[in-house]
């Protein structure tokens, strides 16, 4: 977030330490420092990050486009979603204006997550609240997508709710409901791979939830409206 737009948005209340030491919340909002990270030593194969918006954006954080300024434009190479329909990433990079530009929200309302592929590290401030009443579309593979067409493989790209009391993988697939998804996968910025948790075993290969991350939840049956449990 830029620093002009940061004036005045915040307003918290009760506040408390959540599990990312840098992020303040209450149940009015929160903001949270999100380092994005530029390829070096290995941290980062490639610059590309996983981010997950709030319910509620800071006002004018609509677009790709939005959000590319937002970072700031000389730190961003892209900013890209993920199309159900397809299963592959669509980058949209500003670079002639807003030729390309989408919207982060989908249809139905809730936030799609996104691959924010950096250039320099920023520690890009996130600012916005949750809404308790807020749902996801989490679709299977076959079934009509809200944006159109269908899904290819039942893959969503989940925006991570930061008030959201699922803190591992494991407890998120309970919570949306064990007998509907397939699997849980974080993204791997060390290697720009997907790695995957199913449950099936346990509690073996479970990882703990960053907020600021999105993660893909592919899905055996849809739930056409999550409703994440809230702190």
């Given amino acids: 977030m830029s620093k002009k737009g940061f004036v005045g948005v915040m307003v918290v209340a009760l506040v408390v330490a959540l599990t990312a030491g840098a992020l303040y919340a209450s149940n009015i909002g929160f903001k949270l420092n999100f380092q994005l990270l530029q390829t070096t030593g290995g941290t980062s194969k490639s610059g590309q990050n996983p981010v997950s918006l709030p319910d509620n954006r800071q006002t004018g954080l609509t677009t790709a486009n939005n959000l590319l300024n937002d970072i700031g434009f000389a730190s961003v190479f892209q900013v890209s979603r993920f199309l159900r329909s397809s299963d592959v990433f669509q980058a949209y990079t500003g670079r ?121 939840v592919r899905m055996a049956t849809t739930v056409g409206a999550y409703s994440p449990s809230h702190y």
């Fill in 96 to 216: 002639r204006g807003t030729q390309g530009d989408w919207n982060v929200a989908y249809p139905s309302g809730e936030n799609q997550g996104v691959l924010v592929r950096v250039q320099t590290t920023v520690n890009y401030i996130i600012v916005g609240s949750d809404s308790p009443t807020r749902t996801h579309n989490l679709i299977q593979g076959g079934a009509a997508l809200p944006e159109g067409s269908t899904s290819k493989n039942g893959q969503n790209f989940f925006s991570y709710n930061y008030h959201q009391t699922a803190a591992t993988a494991n407890a998120l697939l309970n919570d949306i409901g064990f007998a509907s998804v397939f699997q849980v996968s974080r993204y791997l910025r060390s290697s720009d791979i997907f790695q995957a948790y199913t449950g099936r075993r346990g509690t073996q290969g479970d990882f703990a939830l960053v907020p600021g991350e999105a993660y893909l």
